[in-house]
Nanobody, 126 residues
Framework: QVQLVESGGGLVQAGGSLRLSCAASGRAFSNGAMGWFRQAPGKERGFVASITWTGSSVYYTDYAGSVKGRFTISRNNAKNTVYLQMNSLKPEDTAVYYC????????????????WGQGTQVTVSS
């Protein structure tokens, strides 16, 4: 089981930036993927971005008004940490952001997650 701990959330004005971090410990999925989901009030949790541990595959949500061009996922394998750099934040980005680990990118994108973090709140004011 992989333990995931997120950090970096907070309150920011529209147009601002935040960087979320997710530190993984325990048995790592060396061939798997890690990523981020988010859940806004009254909405279902949805996929945001994923990255394989090799970094060879990176995916972002295709949802309309999505995060492409504004969010960047990256990882530091030496620190077992995945990051989500969020720029040009919008009020609609307000949500609890969850780190997730899965056996593959396909599994993670489809929500077949093996481990979840506790979530970190991101609030973007207008």
């Amino acid at each position: 089981q992989v333990q995931l701990v997120e950090s970096g959330g907070g309150l920011v004005q529209a147009g601002g930036s935040l960087r979320l971090s997710c530190a993984a410990s325990g048995r790592a999925f060396s061939n798997g993927a890690m990523g981020w989901f988010r859940q806004a009030p009254g909405k279902e949790r949805g996929f945001v971005a994923s990255i394989t541990w090799t970094g060879s595959s990176v995916y972002y949500t295709d949802y309309a008004g999505s995060v492409k061009g504004r969010f960047t996922i990256s990882r530091n394998n030496a620190k077992n940490t995945v990051y989500l750099q969020m720029n040009s934040l919008k009020p609609e980005d307000t949500a609890v952001y969850y780190c997730a680990a899965a056996t593959s990118s396909r599994a993670l994108v489809s929500g077949e997650v093996n481990s979840w973090g506790q979530g970190t709140q991101v609030t973007v004011s207008s």
